[in-house]
């Protein structure tokens, strides 16, 4: 019995000293039995939420797309100026910063990089004045990627941060509707990719 006890407990510490990846907050039974996904729903946020899981963002919910480089979370100063634009019209509604990834890496990595895309968004947002209640992240790593994109220029269009009004009441599809508003812009790459790391809540 006893050998027993010691053995779970180290079991458990095993388990338990792991380099943890997942985003905080992480569910795998968000959006009734969806395994991927990450997804916090206040009252007010539900149907637009269950369209940008879905693939079905109305294009004139979208106010913005934020592109970002390989393997990387920080909006830079071209994309920032698309946050300046639509400052003022985030401050008068309610948003859902919807997160992404390409198809490379882990599926549990790529949720932790498109909720670290999205958070940082939505703080540059704040920032600006906009109401973080009225804010709210959904990541969806790479579920909606191009699986046949080859390469990291290819794959370009999927890194991103979608900022969509939840206040938006016209007509949502039934049909998929590709969430991208334009071919993302072509940056160098390094050459090497960077070592991925530990993603934590904001």
């Known amino acids: 019995m006893k050998r027993l006890s010691l053995l779970l407990v180290a079991a458990g510490l095993l388990v338990g000293c792991g380099p943890s990846r997942m985003p905080t907050d992480f569910n795998a039974n968000a959006g009734g039995g969806n395994s991927t996904g990450l997804d916090t729903r206040p009252p007010g946020f539900n149907a637009m939420a269950d369209a940008i899981r879905n693939g079905n963002i109305p294009p004139e919910a979208i106010l913005t797309t934020i592109y970002f480089d390989f393997d990387r979370y920080t ?27 390409d198809h490379f890496g882990t599926e549990e990595y790529n949720l932790g990089l498109s909720d670290k895309r999205a958070q940082n968004v939505r703080d540059y947002l704040v920032k600006s004045g906009a109401n973080q209640s009225s804010t709210e992240v959904l990541a969806l790593g790479s579920q909606q990627a191009d699986k046949s994109a080859a390469g990291r220029q290819s794959a370009a269009k999927d890194r991103k ?22 071919a993302a812009p072509v940056r160098p790459s390094s050459g090497n990719a960077p070592s991925p790391a530990p993603v934590t809540a904001l």
Do not use: C, F
Request: charged fraction near 20%; hydrophobic fraction near 40%; glycine fraction near 12%.
């Open 161 to 182: 941060a979608i900022v969509v009004d939840a206040n938006y009441s016209g007509p949502i599809s039934s049909g998929a509707v590709k969430p991208a508003t334009g």
């Open 75 to 101: 909006v830079d100063a071209k994309e920032r100026t698309k946050l300046d634009g639509i400052a003022g019209r985030v401050k008068a509604t309610k948003v859902i910063i919807a997160g992404y990834t």
